[in-house]
C-alpha cells in the first residue's frame, strides 16, 4: 500500500509540475507577444513613413534615410541604458523594494538624459558637419541639416520614452508600453505626417514624427508614474 502511494504522490506532484508549465509558458508567451507587437509597430510605421518621404524625391528620400542612421546612432546607448532599467526595476521589486526600482528607473533616464544632450547639441548646431560623413551631396546635406535640428529637439523625449518603457518591461508590463506604441507610432504618427507632409512639404514627416514622440513620452510617463506597474505579478 505504501508503494502505491507513493506512485500516486509522484504522478499528482508530475501532474502539478505539468500545470506550472503550462502557466509558465503562458505568461512568458503573453509578455513577449506584447513586446513583439510594439516593435513590429515601429517597423510598420516606419515603412509607411519612407513611402510618404518617397513622394517628394530622391534628395529628400536620400536625406531621410541618412536621418535615420543617425538617429539610430543616438539610440544605441538606449538600448544599454533601457537594459539597465530593466533589470534595475526587476531586481528590486523581486526584492520586496518598489520605492528603489523607482528611483532606480529615474537614476537611468538621467543617466541616458545626459549622453543625449551630447547628440542633441550635435544634430542642432552640428548637422552639417554630422552629414558630411554620409554623403557630399549638398543637396542632400541641406534638406537633412532641417531634418536633424527638428530631430535634435525631440531626442530627450525618446531618450525618456526609450528607459521607463524598459523600466515597464523589467517590472512585467509589456501591454501598456505596446498600447502607447501603437496609438502614436501608427496612429498619431502617421497621421500627422500624412497631414502636415500635405501643408509644410517634406518637414512635415519629420514634425509627425517629433510631436508623436513627445505624446508618447508623455504616455509611457504617465503610466509610469501611476504605479501601477508595481503591483504586477509575472
Request: aromatic share 10%.
Amino acid at each position: 500500500f505504501q508503494a502505491e502511494d507513493g506512485i500516486r504522490d509522484v504522478e499528482r506532484s508530475r501532474g502539478l509540475g505539468d500545470v506550472y508549465k503550462r502557466q509558465m509558458t503562458y505568461r512568458i508567451l503573453k509578455l513577449g507577444f506584447f513586446s513583439m507587437i510594439q516593435n513590429l509597430s515601429r517597423n510598420i510605421s516606419g515603412i509607411i513613413l519612407m513611402r510618404l518621404a518617397s513622394n517628394f524625391g530622391t534628395i529628400v528620400i536620400a536625406a531621410y534615410g541618412i536621418v535615420l542612421r543617425v538617429i539610430l546612432i543616438a539610440m544605441m546607448p538606449g538600448f544599454g541604458f533601457g537594459t539597465a532599467a530593466s533589470t534595475t526595476v526587476g531586481q528590486n521589486l523581486g526584492a520586496g523594494k518598489p520605492k528603489r526600482s523607482v528611483a532606480s528607473a529615474w537614476l537611468v533616464v538621467l543617466l541616458y538624459e545626459a549622453v543625449t544632450a551630447i547628440f542633441m547639441l550635435a544634430f542642432i548646431f552640428a548637422g552639417k558637419g554630422v552629414l558630411t560623413i554620409f554623403t557630399n551631396s549638398p543637396e542632400v546635406i541641406q534638406a537633412g541639416k532641417r531634418f536633424l535640428t527638428i530631430i535634435g529637439l525631440q531626442l530627450p523625449f525618446m531618450a525618456l520614452a526609450m528607459t521607463l518603457s524598459r523600466a515597464l518591461n523589467g517590472a512585467g508590463d509589456t501591454k501598456n508600453p505596446m498600447i502607447a506604441t501603437i496609438v502614436c507610432t501608427i496612429g498619431i504618427r502617421i497621421a500627422l505626417a500624412t497631414y502636415l507632409s500635405g501643408q509644410i512639404g517634406e518637414l512635415g514627416l519629420i514634425w509627425g514624427i517629433a510631436i508623436s514622440q513627445v505624446v508618447e513620452a508623455l504616455v509611457i510617463t504617465f503610466v509610469f508614474l501611476r504605479g501601477h506597474w508595481q503591483r504586477i505579478r509575472v
